[in-house]
């Protein structure tokens, strides 16, 4: 599923913590798109973009709690944060961002960044479609996501307390497996990319939502 501010679509199963009808009614004006290979009505799959000029950085950091603050270089950073309770903050380009286990702090930076969270998957849940062109965006992820990582994945990458700001400039939430946010705080994210199950609260999204619609 792609959920996208101000428009749903769906192709997946997706559980809110509310009732998404009346919410819809009493509260905001979204449209809901079926996706199907074969609807006339859905934009054709664009082709992949080539990964950007890119400096993986993912070395620097410890299974500990980490703090790292990316270097404005003019690249665009790939980290996997691993676990620990880490403090990242993005640089001036659109990174790639996976904050992995623990209570995370995340901030995207300037940029549009594009920020991974892996729930609980299973065995051969995924293929690498779905990482190197998920829900047909077009941007490749292979540079921080592998396939025997992200199936049978056992251990979500949220944990109570966890901060996601994508940033002045908003950021693409990738999310894979099930997955529950009720205990995350959320920020500035202009589009969620749902693999499978997201979980959250009726005021996450209308924050989401407008805050979304107040930027450029």
Sequence with gaps: MCLILGTVRTSVTISFSFSFTSFISTSLSLSIITRSPRSPSCPPTPTPTPTPTTTNISNNITINADTLSLI??????IIDALAGNDTITGGDKAD??????????IKGGAGVDNIIVIGTTEKAQYTQTNIQNPNGTGIDLSALLKLDTLNNNTVSDLAAGEIIDGGADGARLFVYGNTDFTTSTLSNITRIDVQSKLTITATQLKTLLTAAHSMP
Aim: proline fraction near 0%; glycine fraction near 18%; charge should be neutral.
């Design 96 to 105: 790639f961002i996976r904050g992995n286990t623990g209570a995370d702090i």
């Design 72 to 77: 404005d270089n003019g690249k665009s950073a």
